[in-house]
Structures are given as C-alpha cells and as structure tokens.
C-alpha cells in the first residue's frame, strides 16, 4: 500500500494500491477501524486484479472533501499557519528515540540481560 | 479515486527537492528501478492465504528499543497477536500524532485479523517486520536490510506478503 504515488512508481513496486491520504495514514484514519479494514480489504483483493507488474489500483476513498491537507501533507495535514518555516526535519539523532520515557527503562530491562532476540540490528 | 476529492496526488518527490533547494543542499536521490518490476502471481484465493505484515512507520513493541534516527537500518520482530496498546512509534520524518493514538493507522494487524474473522482472509504470519524508513543510505537497504527481511518474510511461508511503506 501507498500514498505516495510519486516514489511507488519510482522503485517499481510488483503491484500497489494507492490511498490518497496525507502521510502517516497508509491505511487509514484514525480511530475508523471500519475504514481502515474497507481500505485493507480492497488493497488486497489487487493481488489478483492487478495481471501486470507494476499495476497499481487506485483505492477509492477521500480524507476529506478540500485540498488544504495537500499544502502540508508531510505533517499529518495539519494546518500550514501551524507549520514552522524553513528545514522542517527532525534532527537525526543517533540514539533510540522512544515515544514513551517508561518504554526505553523496560527496553534497557530486557536488554540488560543479552539481547531479547526481536530488535534485530540494535542489540 | 473518488472524483469528488480536490486536487492531484503529492507529488513526494518533487516536494523534496524543491525542499532541499531551498534549503541549499544537493538533490536528494530517490530510488529509481529501470526494468519491469518483478512478479508472482498470486495463486491462492484470499480466503485461504496467508499474509506476511511488513511496515517502514516505525513502529515498535513495548520492551524493545525504538528506532534511532540516523540511518537506522535495524528491524524489529513484532508477534501478530500483539494487542494494539502495546504498539509504539519512532520515526523522524512524519507527523506521528495519529499513528500513535491509533497504530492502525500504518501499522493495519487489527485490520487483518478482522478481515480473517469474517473470512475473506485466511491467516496471517505469526511475526510481522517492521523498520524505519527515511534511510538514506539505499545500498545499505538494499544489500543488508531488504535480504534479511526476504528471508525471514520466506521462513514463514506466506502466499502473499503486504508492505506498508509511510
């Protein structure tokens, strides 16, 4: 799945489905767990109405019924007057950045011991 | 898609650059495959598939460490069964608001063990992979993350195999 047309047909996906939603919402709004299945259900039935490589279905769904979230569409559709100016990049940090203070002291729990097996590469 | 939505699809792409023009930095250089995209048909109806779940949003499990921003190629093995307030996200270059009040959002594993509920899905790997896209470095990809992914996407045997990029 996608939404972003521009990149998917750049690396050549084998097949893709398309929803056109501002980033961070491939499959789907928030709190629609009825949408959000509607979206999966009809990206997957692609794999076999798509008979060409590269063939990439259009999912028919609307976030919303104007353009303003395509201004901004790397921030979530947020509001452009909210917006900083200039390099809008998160600083690339090289240590892990949990979402949650409580998550990196159960992380460090778990790896104190050796590795936990699942975080493959960040041992 | 719908005809009533304003507008033409983003154009990622061309945003980017255009970002990073005005920011004085050289071009970044997308990924661009020449060829014919390669391809398996699928062959197993969806009733009966079984899907294997890979995300690049991020996405992590309460217990193990979150994804750094710098390069990060590492993956992280996330048990499908995993109840969604579990589930949590790092990633440096989306607005993550949404996905972490509702991982669902790019992260679709309730989505799919709904769809097999009802039946028009048939069963999904017992482990899904996720990372973190935004790597620079697309020779690290695609010579150390993308092959041991594939392999461990093989091992468990999946029909088809669902990528949610963010």
Request: hydrophobic fraction near 35%; aromatic fraction near 8%.
């Amino acid at each position: 799945m996608t939404s972003a047309l521009s990149i998917t047909r750049s690396v050549g996906a084998p097949r893709a489905a398309f929803v056109d939603f501002p980033l961070g919402h491939t499959t789907g709004k928030k709190n629609e767990p009825e949408m959000q299945k509607r979206l999966i259900k009809s990206a997957l039935a692609a794999f076999h109405e798509l008979r060409e490589p590269g063939g990439i279905k259009i999912l028919d769904e609307r976030w919303s019924d104007d353009a303003t979230w395509r201004k901004d569409p790397m921030r979530g559709g947020a509001s452009s007057a909210d917006a900083p100016e200039g390099d809008f990049r998160t600083p690339r940090l090289d240590t892990p950045q949990y979402q949650l203070p409580s998550d990196q002291i159960e992380a460090e729990a778990q790896h104190r011991q050796g590795g936990c097996g699942s975080c493959v590469g960040a041992e | 898609m719908s005809e009533t939505q304003a507008g033409e699809p983003v154009d990622y792409i061309a945003e980017t650059r255009a970002n990073y023009d005005a920011l004085g930095f050289p071009p970044y250089q997308w990924v661009e495959s020449s060829g014919t995209p390669p391809w398996s048909p699928a062959e197993v109806p969806l009733h009966e598939a079984k899907i294997a779940l890979l995300a690049s949003g991020g996405i992590y499990r309460r217990g193990q460490r979150a994804f750094h921003y710098k390069d990060d190629a590492s993956y992280r093995v996330i048990d499908t069964s995993v109840p969604s307030e579990d589930l949590r996200i790092s990633h440096f270059a989306y607005d993550l608001t949404d996905a972490r009040e509702d991982p669902g959002v790019v992260f679709p594993v309730d989505s799919l063990r709904s769809l097999i509920d009802e039946g028009s899905l048939g069963s999904i790997a017992p482990e899904a992979f996720t990372f973190m896209g935004g790597i620079y470095s697309a020779r690290k990809v695609r010579e150390e993350l993308a092959p041991a992914l594939v392999e461990r996407v093989v091992d468990q045997r999946p029909d088809i195999a669902l990528l949610v990029p963010v």
